[in-house]
């Protein structure tokens, strides 16, 4: 009878010993998932966008409202609701905190300053990137760069700005944030200076909006796209220099826009 009892007790802590050991390889496993999450995509090989739903399990990445889409201007909705009418609070007094090259493109993080207001909530600006060539094609065609402006609500819903770029003169504002270049895949810098971002936009600002998702995963869909029709000119110089600091090609393809309308905003 004794004997049993300590077989018993020696079963019972060998199992609890095995038990913690699963949780801490569990842990440890989730934490390394959590780590690793920045540089598991990519734009090329076995990791690109046409893979990103397979291996990025919890994603939307396989959603019928994903990002980007072609916009197509004959069959675009002409929307004249002044609700829906995008409002910029842009100061020349807003902090750029940073400037870093995380592997998928180059980012500007910024302060807490400048916001939008539209469809009647506001969203503050987080950070800037470019994708080259564009994400997003209007009747088809490619711009050599787009311009993210990536804000957020306090519900945590997003408001992404699209700016498109052709190659012509050269835009002082894009000197200006190329001076912080060239910077090495997953190098950043620090910069705690008042940066102005109002000049970066075109002058005329019509703009396409329609419903969609981050175009990087996870590919959340719970962005409010707002893509200025007007593109801004930018010199081939500072197009090659983005070029150079950036993945090759760094674009998701076109995705099917399904049953969503894109609307056209006239200013
Ligand atoms: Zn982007």
Redesign the pocket.
């Known amino acids: 009878m004794k004997l049993l009892m300590k077989i018993g007790i020696a079963l019972l802590f060998l199992s609890m010993i095995s038990c913690s050991k699963k949780q801490q390889q569990h842990w440890y496993k989730e934490a390394h998932k959590e780590q690793s999450h920045e540089t598991h995509w990519s734009y090329d090989g076995e990791t690109s966008p046409e893979h990103w739903a397979e291996f990025e399990k919890n994603s939307d990445c396989s959603g019928q409202r994903q990002s980007p889409v072609n916009i197509i201007d004959i069959h675009t909705i002409e929307d004249r609701d002044q609700k829906s009418l995008i409002n910029l609070h842009y100061s020349a007094e807003t902090i750029l905190n940073k400037v870093r090259n995380n592997g998928h ?1 180059i980012q500007f993080d910024f302060d807490k300053g400048d916001s939008i207001s539209y469809n009647e909530t506001n969203y503050n600006l987080i950070q800037i ?1 470019f ?1 080259e060539p564009s ?1 997003h094609t209007v009747n088809g065609v490619r711009y050599p760069i787009e311009i ?1 402006l990536v804000h957020q609500s306090q519900e945590k819903n997003y408001t992404v700005l699209g700016i498109f770029g052709v190659e012509g003169e050269q835009s002082q504002t894009m000197e200006d944030m190329e001076k912080f270049l060239p910077l090495q895949k997953g190098q950043e810098k620090e910069i705690e200076k008042s940066f102005d971002l109002s000049k970066l936009f075109p002058d005329n600002k019509s703009y396409y909006s329609y419903g969609g998702s981050l ?2 995963p996870p590919c959340t869909e719970n962005v409010q796209w707002v893509i200025f029709k007007e593109p801004i000119v930018v010199s081939l110089e500072e197009v090659l220099k983005l070029k150079d600091n950036m993945p090759l090609e760094n674009f998701r393809d076109e995705q099917p826009l399904n049953d969503r309308l894109v609307y056209l905003h006239k200013m």
């Open positions: 493109s990137h994708h994400e993210h175009t990087t």
